[in-house]
């Protein structure tokens, strides 16, 4: 079973420009989640979906931060204009199913530093 | 108050040490209750997951937890160079969106 892919690894931006980051999730992976894990620590839920359906936004910060999933598979999370706060890894999992925790799987996220 | 209190260490121990580490919760709905391990620059892997109080054994891992005091636990016997990573617990309630509130995460090093 091929793994989440995502893409970029690393990107580096300058304040106020803007960036986009993109996900494959699991082949059959109803659900996606991006998270943001700024160094040291834990990662946080930024946006949750369910097919191409959003289901958890709360967190995401909507003044500039979007995120899309498109015919329910691949998703785009953008940013902008970034700010200095906002380097950090974006993560992002999918999960079969909606009822049973079995846990996600992660991509290897990209790593994101703004200066 | 954080939902989620993981001590962030670091932790570093000799190889073959029996390791311990620890989370505590303020959110009692939470009921399924995760260890993920992250390598450096990668994403994190589930370890171990359990819904009810009490042991879960997996190999030379042991998660336990303890829902009347809002504590769970991993503890890594035979500790290995390859264990050196950073931990982080996570947690869920039941019902509704599947999201995961995960702990800071403990940065754990094995020496050899």
């Known amino acids: 079973e091929a793994g989440v892919a995502q893409s970029p690894r690393y990107k580096i931006i300058e304040k106020r420009q803007s960036v986009a980051f993109w996900c494959n999730p699991i082949?059959?992976?109803?659900?996606l989640y991006w998270y943001q894990q700024i160094l040291g620590q834990g990662p946080k839920l930024l946006i949750q979906?369910?097919?191409?359906?959003?289901?958890?936004d709360s967190q995401l910060p909507k003044d500039r931060f979007s995120a899309e999933r498109l015919k329910g598979v691949d998703s785009t999370l953008k940013i902008q204009p970034a700010k200095l706060e906002d380097s950090a890894v974006y993560l992002c999992?999918?999960?079969?199913?909606?009822?049973?925790?079995?846990?996600?799987?992660f991509g290897s996220g990209t790593r994101l530093t703004v200066v | 108050q954080k939902e989620v209190e993981q001590d962030p260490g670091p932790l570093s121990v000799p190889e073959g040490a029996i390791v311990s580490l620890n989370c505590t919760y303020s959110?009692?709905?939470?009921?399924?209750f995760m260890w993920y391990r992250q390598y450096s620059r990668k994403g994190p892997e589930l370890l171990m997951y359990?819904?009810?109080?009490g042991n879960k054994e997996d190999g030379r891992f042991t998660a336990q937890v303890d829902k009347s005091s809002k504590y769970i636990s991993l503890f890594i016997r035979d500790s290995q160079p390859s264990d050196s990573a950073t931990y982080l617990c996570?947690?869920?309630?039941?019902?509704?969106?599947?999201?995961?509130?995960f702990g800071q995460g403990t940065r754990l090093t094995i020496n050899p």
């Open positions: 082949s059959g992976h109803a659900t």
């Open positions: 979906f369910q097919n191409n359906g959003v289901v958890d």
């Open positions: 959110n009692s709905a939470f009921q399924y």
């Open positions: 999992a999918s999960s079969s199913f909606t009822g049973v925790v079995y846990g996600y799987t």
């Open positions: 359990t819904y009810s109080s």
């Open positions: 996570a947690m869920r309630i039941i019902q509704g969106a599947q999201k995961l509130v």
